[in-house]
């Protein structure tokens, strides 16, 4: 017999300004919640609209010990790397970066959008490497939106993404280092899934858009909101309100190692740290060609 998730608590995403200076919305790392293993942030980037010549990113920046992944909602994000890899993600495009030992890159919007100005809205989320992978060489798996694979309700009123994991018996083309399930549900007003998830997977659910009921006991739940379920079933329970709901359903199983972190690095000890720091300063993670 199988039983649906309860909800250990909710927290709202604090609004913070980010690299260039971009809005985002941060349901973790906040002093509420360093992180939720194995995930170490998540930034909604957004929704902004920008004036033209206005458009803000991140420029040149390194990264160690773990992957970054960027999902695209609205507008588009360009990035270029030191390994000389370089493009544009656009509305519905998921790229899944391992920076294992070290990448340095950019995330900037393309000249093009920075001159007509436009709507952003995206994601990032941080997936921790295990220790076993931390020192991998860097790679990218990219997803254009069409090559999502997406499943449908039998009631034809729930639609979701899968970009990592399976929901409703349909698997995602991305593979993961470790078990990771992260999808992008939507639903018709009144709809309602029950989606499995494994028994050793922490999870969480971050509502985009829509408030929406929650859990074993249908906790009422608005936007920007993180919904963290205990680990007490099977599958997880999301219902919409009187509105569309639009909700990220993301979990993994715990790594269960020591994280440290310095900025854009993250290790497993502080000696792994400052071999970080040299290693970026000596110039071993690469450089941008401008
Ligand atoms: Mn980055």
């Given amino acids: 017999m199988s039983t649906t998730r309860t909800i250990e608590r909710t927290l709202p995403a604090l609004r913070t ?54 999902y695209v909602l609205e507008g588009q994000f360009g990035h270029k790397d030191s390994a000389g890899h370089s493009g544009t993600l656009r509305e519905g495009d998921v790229q899944w970066m391992t920076a294992g030992a070290g990448v340095v890159h950019s995330e900037m919007p393309d000249p093009e959008f920075t001159r007509t100005g436009g709507r952003v809205h995206g994601l990032q989320l941080w997936v921790n490497l295990p220790r076993r992978d931390k020192m991998i060489a860097p790679h990218y798996q990219e997803i254009a939106s069409g090559k999502i694979p997406i499943a449908v309700s039998e009631d034809g009123r729930v639609r979701v993404k899968v ?29 309602s899934v ?75 000890t502080e000696d792994e740290i400052r071999q970080a720091v040299i290693d970026y300063q000596a110039g071993r993670m690469g450089a941008i060609t401008h």
Avoid at 28 to 36: A, E, G, I, N, Q
Avoid at 243 to 268: D, S
Wanted: glycine share 12%.
């Fill in 17 to 70: 300004v980010e690299g260039g200076g971009f809005v985002v919305h941060r349901p973790f790392p906040t002093r509420l919640l360093m992180d939720f293993d194995p995930f170490l942030l998540l930034d909604e980037m957004g929704p902004v609209d920008y004036a033209p010549g206005e458009a803000k990113g991140a420029p040149d920046h390194p990264h160690r010990g773990f992957e970054t992944v960027t």
């Fill in 163 to 191: 970009i990592a994991g399976e929901a409703l018996g349909v698997k995602a083309a991305i593979e993961t280092r470790t078990p990771i399930l992260y999808q992008h549900f939507s639903l018709q007003p009144g709809a």
């Fill in 194 to 268: 029950e989606t499995a998830v494994p028994r050793d997977f922490r999870v969480f659910a971050y509502p985009l858009a829509g408030a929406g009921f929650y859990g074993a006991d249908r906790t009422p739940v608005r936007a920007q909101q993180m919904v963290l379920f205990n680990d007490d079933g099977e599958s997880v329970t999301l219902a919409a309100g009187d509105e569309p709901l639009e909700v990220l359903l993301i979990g993994g199983v715990p790594l269960k190692e020591p994280v440290v972190r310095y900025g854009p690095f993250v290790m497993n």
